[in-house]
């Protein structure tokens, strides 16, 4: 019996390292938000990827190496005074999709489902972090 306590802690510890290991590895940097029509996207042209997307900037889209990876994304805080705690509290997971060219606001362009799910959309646009 005490082994099998043992062994549960020890489960539990490694689950608090994973989340921390996985928190400290975050990057940060902002998003913005996109409305539709989401097709035709650079990466699957006009095929349906649902909602919960996301356009790179150049900072991950790698020549279309970005297409198809999916990235949990928090809202960190305002970038600006219009609203000063845009955030909800949320993460969303998104896959990307399209591209977002040269002269894109953010690192990470959401739909405007998922912007909608980590915070206002009256911000605009957001510092977060991301994880693929």
Request: include cysteine; charge should be neutral.
């Amino acid at each position: 019996m005490k082994i099998m306590g043992m062994a549960m802690q020890a489960a539990i510890m490694l689950s608090i390292a994973g989340c921390l290991v996985s928190v400290a590895y975050a990057d940060e940097g902002t998003a913005t938000f996109y409305t539709p029509p989401y097709v035709p996207s650079a990466c699957y042209g006009y095929e349906n990827k649902g909602v919960m997307i996301a356009a790179a900037s150049d900072a991950l889209w790698n020549n279309k190496a970005a297409c198809g990876r999916r990235y949990r994304v928090t809202c960190t805080g305002a970038t600006n005074q219009g609203v000063p705690q845009p955030c909800t509290g949320a993460s969303v997971v998104v896959t990307i999709v399209d591209y977002c060219p040269p002269g894109c606001q953010g690192t990470i362009d959401l739909s405007k489902e998922a912007f909608s799910q980590i915070a206002d959309p009256n911000a605009g646009k957001i510092r977060i972090q991301y994880t693929p």
